[in-house]
């Protein structure tokens, strides 16, 4: 069985990742590709003129909540030599994970019963900036979810191996720039395999790999259950 099959027969089970309505009135999906000129044609280097670009876009809409970005293949990246120039390789620009674009400081919830797997500090330019991942178990299947872009203060205070109960809050949406220096918002991922890795995995891939990485890393909205990004992928 794979991953998001398992995911799907349990997902009456899910808590939700963060204490706010994902599905209300104020949240809105937010285009991070070539196709929206604003994030085109920005210096999204300067974090402050992202962020300014980020609340235009919410208020445009009425929003005060940005979601989205599973697998949408994102101009974003280009800002960060972290994720590749693209001249030598193909650069990495399909985003693997779910972000929540929403107010520092916001708590962020165990959607299920986990442990601490890992904790890093992936502090380069455009990275992840804090991040915790956990382990979670599901008929006898090991699986992790990966959040990024938290709060420092929390994060101190989390063990590797620590227990968290489902609904228990253990990390909060980290300001810039202790978050990888990116506009507030939860970057949150499924992994089915660690390969090995600890306190990081990739959450950007090469759109070559799309196969390969969609199948390692199911759509996190089976958990989340946004209804305006179900089918969007």
């Not at 990275?127 to 008929?139: C, K, P, S």
């Not at 299947?141 to 990024?148: D, E």
Request: with cysteine; hydrophobic share 40%; charged share 15%.
């Amino acid at each position: 069985m794979s991953l998001t099959s398992l995911l799907l027969r349990h997902q009456a089970e899910f808590g939700p990742v963060l204490p706010v309505d994902l599905n209300g009135p104020t949240v809105t999906r937010l285009d991070l590709t070539d196709n929206n000129p604003l994030v085109c044609n920005a210096d999204l280097r300067d974090t402050p003129a992202f962020e300014q670009i980020v609340n235009a876009m919410l208020a445009a809409q009425g929003a005060s909540i940005g979601v989205g970005g599973y697998l949408e293949n994102r101009v974003i990246y280009r800002r960060s030599q972290h994720f590749g120039p693209g001249q030598v390789e193909e650069a990495r620009s399909l985003h693997l994970g779910v972000d929540v674009w929403l107010p520092a400081g916001t708590p962020v919830l165990a959607p299920l019963p986990a442990r601490v797997h890992s904790l890093a500090d992936n502090a380069n330019f455009g990275d992840y900036g804090i991040t915790v991942i956990l382990e979670h178990e599901l008929e006898g299947v090991t699986f992790y979810s990966l959040y990024g872009h938290l709060s420092r203060l929390e994060w101190t205070a989390l063990t590797v191996g620590q227990p968290l109960e489902k609904g228990q809050p253990f990390a909060s949406v980290g300001p810039y720039p202790e978050n990888g220096d990116w506009p507030p918002h939860l970057h949150f991922q499924l992994i089915a395999d660690m390969g090995g890795r600890v306190g990081d995995f990739p959450g950007v891939a090469r759109p070559s790999e799309r196969e390969i990485w969609a199948a390692l890393c199911p759509d996190p909205n089976i958990i989340l259950q946004i209804r305006p990004l179900i089918g969007t992928d």
